[in-house]
C-alpha cells in the first residue's frame, strides 16, 4: 500500500513538472531562434555591402528558408505565449497578437504579392503588361496609357517640387483617368501605381506597380492593433510600467549641466589686425540682398556664412562677420589671399602639399594644388582642400554671386554679372545685371560709402520688382538673417559635455550620501536647462520657418531635434528620477557635438519631393525620441555599473529607472518603425524593403524588447547585468544611425 502511495505520489510530481518543463523548452526554442534571427539580419547587412543588394534578396531575404526562420519563430512565440497565458496581462495579449498579425500580413505578401516596373511614353499605344522584378512580363486585365508627364518647380527655382504624371485606364468600355505624383498613387483593382522616374527628354515615365490585395490590409491591421497595445502597455494601471512609476525609491537627487549664455556672445578677436573689407553697416547691405543659392531664393548673409565655414571652419574670422569676410574676399582680393585662413583638416594632405599648420595661405595653396595636380595624384583631403580653391575663384570672378532676375516668358531665372544673357533682354537691364558689380567694385575703392548703399538699395528694388510673388516675404527674410546670427552649437556641445560629466560625478556623490551641496547650484543649473531648450526651440522654429517644412530632413537637424528632445525630457522627468539632470546635458551635448562634426550649419535646401510627406516628421520624431531615451538608459546603466558593487541598493533603484524609461523607448521606436513603413509603402509602393537602416533599427528593436521580458529572461532581474546590456546594446542605435550611413549605406544613408 505504502509503495503503491509512493509511486502515485512519483506520477502525480511528474505530471505537475510536465507542462514547466515543456514551458522551458518553448522559451529556449523560441529565444534561441530570435538569437538566431538576430544573427542572420547582422550578416545579411554585411554580405550586401560585400556582395551587393540583389545577392542578399536572392540568398536571404526572398529566400524559402529565410521565410520559414520567421514562421518557426512566431508559431514557437505563439505557443510559448499560450503556456504563460494565465499570468499575462491582456495588453500583453494584445501586443504580441499584433506581432503576428503583422508577421502574417508579411507572410501573405511573400505569397501572393507582387512588384514590377511599368515604362510608359507619350503618343505610345497603351501598355497591356509590366515587367515583374524577375523581368518577366506581368499581363494587366486592363490597359494603361500616358497622358502628360509633368515637373513642378518651387516657386521662383530650378528645384524639383513634384512629378507628376496623369494617365488614362482602360478596362473594356470604361476609362478611367488618375493622376500620380510622389506621395500621390493610384489605385485600380488592387494594382497601385508610383512615380518611380522619368525619361530625360520628358516625354515619358516609369511607374512602379504593386499588386497585393490582401497581404497589405492584413498588415496595416496589425499596425494598428500594435499601437493600441502599446498604448494599453502604458496605460494599464496593474502592467509592469505603471508599478514601476509607483515606486517610491524613485525620487531622488537632480542635478544639471550649464548655462548657454556664452554661446549667444559673439567670439572676440585673438588678433587687433585685420584685413579690409566693408564697415558694418554696408556689409550687412550686401548680406540682405537676395541671391540665387542651393535652388532657392535666400539671404547673400546665408552664401556668406557657408563661405565662411567652408574655409575656415568658423563662422567669423578675427572678429569679422561672415558678410564682411565675404566682402573681404570679394573686393580686396589681393590682401585676403594673403591671409593663413583655409583649413586643411587632413594631415596627410597638409603633408602631399607641403603647408605647415593647419591653416594655409592661399597664395602658397594655389601653388601647393598645382604641384599635386601636375604628378596625378588624389588624395581626398586635397580634393577638398581644392574645392575651397575653386569656390574662392567662384567668388572673385563673380559666377557665384547669382544676385541678378531676370524673366524670360514666365520663367523666373538668376544670373551673376558674367553669366551669359538672352539676347532679347532689354538693354537697360542687360547693362543694369553686367555693370553694377563693376560700379560697386569702384565706390569700394573709392570708400564712397554713402553712395554704395544706394546702389544696394536699387539692386534689392530690383530684386524685388523683377522677383515679384516668388521673392521671400520680409517675414522669412528677417527670419533667416536672424539664424545665421545666433550663436551656434558647438560651445554649447561641449559645455554641456563638461558640466554634465561634472554633475554626473556629483550627482553619483549625492545618491551615496557622501555629500549633499547647496540648493542654488540646482536651481542654477536646472536654469540652463531651460536656456538651451529655449534656444533650440528658436532654431529649429527658425529653420522650419526657413525651409517651409519640419527641420527633420539631415543628419544635423535631427542630431539638434534630438539635443532638443533631450533638454524637453530633463525638463519633464527632473523631479522624478534620479540623474535625470545629468543626463539630459551629456545627451543633449553629445548630439549638439555630433550635429557639427560635418558641417557646423549645413544649408537649407528645398526637400527632395519624396521627403515632403508629412508621414516623414512623423516616422524622424518617433525614431529620435526612442534615440533620445535609449541614450538616458546608457547613461543610467554606467551609472548603475559604477555604483552596483559597492552600493547595490542604488543600483537597483536605477535598474526600476532603466526599465521605466525604456517602454516608452521600445515603443517610440516600433511605433516609428512602423510609420515609416506606411510612408514607403505610400511613396515606394512596399512598406519594408530590408534596406540596411530598416533592418538595424529591426534589430536595435528587438534587441531591447528582450529587456522587457524578465519573468522568461531571469538575468535581466539581476541589476548589474541589466545595466551593461543596457550599456552595450546602445551600440545597436549608432550602428543603426552612424554605422549604416558611413559604412553599409543603402536607401537612408541621407540621414
Not at 511573400?110 to 501598355?127: I, M, S, V
Not at 528658436?538 to 539638434?560: C, D, K, N, V
Request: hydrophobic share 45%.
Amino acid at each position: 500500500m505504502l509503495r503503491n502511495a509512493g509511486a502515485l505520489r512519483v506520477g502525480i510530481s511528474r505530471y505537475k513538472e510536465t507542462p514547466l518543463h515543456t514551458m522551458k523548452i518553448l522559451k529556449r526554442f523560441t529565444f534561441g531562434l530570435l538569437a538566431l534571427m538576430l544573427g542572420v539580419l547582422t550578416s545579411a547587412t554585411v554580405l550586401e555591402k560585400i556582395q551587393g543588394t540583389p545577392f542578399v534578396t536572392r540568398h536571404i531575404y526572398g529566400s524559402p528558408a529565410f521565410v520559414l526562420l520567421w514562421l518557426l519563430l512566431a508559431l514557437s512565440g505563439f505557443a510559448y505565449l499560450m503556456r504563460r497565458s494565465p499570468t499575462i496581462r491582456p495588453a500583453t495579449w494584445l501586443l504580441h497578437l499584433a506581432l503576428l498579425v503583422i508577421l502574417s500580413g508579411a507572410f501573405v505578401t511573400w505569397l501572393t504579392g507582387q512588384q514590377g516596373t511599368l515604362h510608359l511614353r507619350l503618343d505610345e499605344e497603351p501598355a497591356h503588361s509590366y515587367r515583374d522584378s524577375g523581368g518577366e512580363e506581368q499581363p494587366f486585365p486592363f490597359t494603361v496609357a500616358l497622358e502628360s508627364f509633368d515637373i513642378e518647380y518651387y516657386p521662383g527655382t530650378r528645384a524639383p517640387l513634384d512629378f507628376v504624371s496623369r494617365i488614362t485606364i482602360t478596362d473594356g468600355s470604361q476609362t478611367r483617368c488618375e493622376t500620380i505624383a510622389m506621395n500621390h498613387i493610384a489605385r485600380y483593382r488592387g494594382y497601385r501605381f508610383y512615380q518611380s522616374s522619368y525619361d530625360s527628354d520628358g516625354a515619358g515615365s516609369r511607374l512602379s506597380v504593386s499588386h497585393d490585395p490582401w497581404g497589405i490590409g492584413i498588415t496595416y491591421t496589425g499596425y494598428l492593433l500594435l499601437l493600441m497595445a502599446m498604448a494599453a502597455q502604458l496605460t494599464d494601471r496593474q502592467g509592469t510600467f505603471r508599478r514601476l512609476l509607483r515606486n517610491h525609491t524613485l525620487r531622488g537627487i537632480s542635478l544639471g549641466g550649464a548655462i548657454l549664455l556664452a554661446t549667444l556672445l559673439p567670439a572676440q578677436a585673438a588678433e587687433t589686425r585685420v584685413p579690409p573689407t566693408l564697415p558694418h553697416e554696408q556689409a550687412d547691405q550686401l548680406g540682405r540682398l537676395c541671391i540665387y543659392y542651393n535652388q532657392r531664393i535666400c539671404p547673400l548673409s546665408t552664401l556668406a556664412r557657408d563661405f565662411t565655414v567652408k574655409l575656415s571652419g568658423k563662422s567669423s574670422y578675427r572678429g569679422l562677420s561672415p558678410e564682411q569676410v565675404l566682402a573681404g574676399w570679394l573686393f580686396y582680393y589681393d590682401e585676403w589671399k594673403q591671409e593663413p585662413m583655409i583649413r586643411i583638416k587632413s594631415r596627410e594632405a597638409r603633408h602631399l602639399l607641403g603647408i605647415d599648420g593647419q591653416y594655409a595661405r592661399l597664395t602658397d595653396f594655389n601653388r601647393a594644388v598645382r604641384e599635386y595636380r601636375h604628378e596625378g595624384m588624389s588624395d581626398r583631403g586635397v580634393i577638398e582642400a581644392n574645392e575651397k580653391f575653386n569656390l574662392v575663384s567662384m567668388l572673385c570672378t563673380g559666377s557665384l554671386l547669382q544676385i541678378f532676375p531676370y524673366r524670360q516668358g514666365d520663367t523666373l531665372h538668376w544670373a551673376s554679372q558674367v553669366d551669359p544673357l538672352p539676347h532679347d533682354l532689354p538693354r537697360e537691364q542687360s547693362t543694369f545685371i553686367q555693370q553694377s558689380m563693376n560700379y560697386v567694385n569702384e565706390l569700394v575703392a573709392q570708400r564712397d560709402y554713402a553712395c554704395l548703399s544706394q546702389v544696394f538699395d536699387k539692386i534689392a528694388r530690383y530684386q524685388r520688382q523683377t522677383a515679384g510673388e516668388a521673392f521671400p516675404t520680409n517675414g522669412r527674410l528677417q527670419a533667416e538673417l536672424l539664424y545665421n546670427h545666433l550663436g551656434h552649437s558647438l560651445v554649447a556641445a561641449i559645455l554641456f559635455l563638461v558640466v554634465g560629466a561634472f554633475a554626473f560625478t556629483h550627482a553619483c556623490r549625492r545618491i551615496i550620501g557622501y555629500s549633499s551641496g547647496p540648493r542654488w547650484i540646482h536651481q542654477l543649473l536646472l536654469a540652463g536647462v531651460i536656456i538651451g531648450f529655449a534656444y533650440l526651440s528658436a532654431t529649429l522654429l527658425l529653420r522650419g520657418y526657413i525651409a517651409r517644412h519640419w527641420p527633420l530632413a539631415s543628419g544635423f537637424e535631427t542630431m539638434q531635434f534630438m539635443a532638443w528632445c533631450a533638454l524637453g525630457i530633463t525638463l519633464i522627468g527632473h523631479r522624478r528620477f534620479i540623474l535625470i539632470l545629468p543626463f539630459g546635458y551629456l545627451v543633449s551635448g553629445l548630439a549638439m557635438l555630433v550635429s557639427m562634426m560635418g558641417e557646423s550649419n549645413p544649408p537649407i535646401t528645398p526637400l527632395m519631393p519624396v521627403l515632403t510627406s508629412p508621414l516623414l516628421s512623423v516616422h524622424v520624431v518617433l525614431v529620435m525620441t526612442a534615440y533620445t531615451l535609449l541614450a538616458f538608459v546608457m547613461f543610467n546603466g554606467i551609472a548603475g555599473l559604477t555604483l552596483s558593487r559597492r552600493h547595490p541598493r542604488q543600483a537597483e533603484q536605477l535598474q526600476t529607472v532603466g526599465r521605466i524609461l525604456l517602454y516608452p523607448a521600445v515603443f517610440a521606436l516600433a511605433a516609428g518603425i512602423f510609420v515609416g513603413a506606411v510612408w514607403a509603402n505610400i511613396s515606394w509602393g512596399r512598406y519594408w524593403g530590408w534596406d540596411p537602416k530598416e533592418v538595424w533599427a529591426l534589430i536595435t528593436w528587438l534587441i531591447y524588447a528582450m529587456a522587457l521580458h524578465p519573468e522568461s529572461l531571469p538575468l535581466f532581474r539581476k541589476p548589474a547585468f541589466f545595466h551593461g546590456f543596457c550599456v552595450v546594446a546602445f551600440l545597436c542605435v549608432l550602428i543603426t544611425y552612424f554605422g549604416v550611413n558611413f559604412l553599409l549605406g543603402g536607401m537612408h544613408s541621407y540621414a
